[in-house]
Each structure stands twice: as C-alpha cells, then as structure tokens.
C-alpha cells in the first residue's frame, strides 16, 4: 500500500531563514505531488504540483520554490521566511484510477516563523 | 465568488442527531467531487465521493444537483467521534496533473 512521509512534523523558524520541508511517497511509481499550505482558519492553497522529476509548476507567485529531484520525493524551500509564510505544510498524491482518483494527503508539517 | 463554498459553521449539535452540510460550486464543467474530513491539527482524509445519482457509507450519505451545482452531506445518529471539520471538495475540469478546489470546510462539534 502507498504510504506519504513529510518532515519535520514542526518547525519554528525566525524571519528571514531558510526553509526545506521533505515530503516522501511508497508503494507507488511516478506519482502526481503536490504542496499545499493551510493558513490558521483559512483553507488549503495549492502551492506547487509535479508530475514527474524536475517538472515543478507553481500555482501562487510567493517566495517559496519546489523541486523533485526524485521520483518519489518532493521538496518545499525558500531563501528567506516571511511571517506570513506560517502555517500548515501538507504534501499529497494523486491515487489514480476508479472512484477515488484524487488526492492522499501526508501528515504535514507545521510551521511558525517567528 | 469562491469556487466552492461551504457554510463554515460551528455546528453544534447532540449526540444521535442528523445533521446536514452543504456546499456549492461555481465552475459548471466541474467533474468529480469528495468530502475530506480534517480533525483539529491533522492532514485531511478522504471521506467518501459524491456520485450523480448519491451514495451511502454507513451513516454517511452525500448527494449531487449538478443543476444546481450543489453538494450535500448528510450525517445520522451522529456520534461523538464525528467532531470534525468537513471540506467540500471539487475536482477539474484542468489538463496535466488532477488539480482539487477545497471550501474552506464546516466544523462540527458532537455533544454528549
């Protein structure tokens, strides 16, 4: 069965650092990833989505970037935090096929910039 | 307007009771839809699809209007465990990768 890691789970970060949050996909083989941010009460926002290794396409202009330099893994990072940039850091893949072609969501990572 | 939007709540309501969720959607060429429930700081999970002619899963049943571009989720004999918060979920239409639209979900609070 397909299992979806991310780490770390928390991260408290101060303004102005650098951020790379990892995200890790089993049991299954060039998988659709995707990132996406919950901001406190807020809902989700598409950042990044890949469909395959090195093809990033980003959805919100900001100062974070995404990379694949893997088939299975996908990777969130930025130059320098914002205090906006807190919040809920989830990663998912896309089950493909029958009734439940959508998206399987990883534990998240939660971050505060300070 | 957002491109899907839910009543954000919170309902609060008795253990053993029905509740009810709506939610609708703007983009008519909208394709497949789900309700994801999220308990307070966790990932989303997928609850069920929504199918055009409406589906059970135990307790649970959601309904589709296409016409009406409106989603409904239905909970009987509630229990405490079903505190939670619901996201209304739309998929497509998008070439290249499946992309999802989530509500910004309704939170429910079972009382005992």
């Known amino acids: 069965s397909q299992t979806i890691h991310q780490w770390p789970a928390t991260l408290v970060q101060p303004v102005g650092s650098p951020l790379s949050l990892e995200c890790t996909v089993e049991g299954t083989s060039n998988p659709n990833l995707y990132w996406y941010r919950q901001a406190a009460g807020r809902g989700l926002q598409l950042l990044f989505y890949s469909v395959g290794i090195g093809q990033i396409s980003s959805e919100v202009p900001q100062n974070l970037s995404a990379s694949r330099p893997q088939d299975r893994q996908f990777i969130l990072s930025s130059k320098k935090l914002l205090l906006s940039d807190s919040g809920f850091y989830l990663c998912a893949w896309r089950g493909i096929g029958g009734p439940t072609d959508t998206q399987y969501f990883g534990p998240g990572t939660r971050l505060t910039v300070l | 307007r957002k491109e899907v939007e839910q009543d954000p709540g919170p309902f609060n309501v008795p253990e053993g009771a029905t509740v009810a969720f709506n939610c609708t959607y703007s983009?008519?060429?909208?394709?497949?839809f789900f309700w994801y429930r999220q308990d307070c700081r966790k990932e989303p999970k997928l609850l069920m699809s929504v199918y055009s002619s409406g589906n059970e899963d135990g307790r649970f049943t959601a309904q589709l209007n296409r016409a009406s571009q409106y989603i409904s989720l239905l909970i009987r004999d509630s229990k405490l465990s079903d505190s939670a918060t619901y996201l209304c979920?739309?998929?497509?239409?998008?070439?290249?990768?499946?992309?999802?639209?989530f509500g910004q979900g309704t939170r429910l609070t079972i009382n005992p």
């Open positions: 979920v739309v998929k497509g239409p998008f070439r290249g990768a499946q992309k999802l639209v």
């Open positions: 983009n008519s060429a909208s394709q497949s």
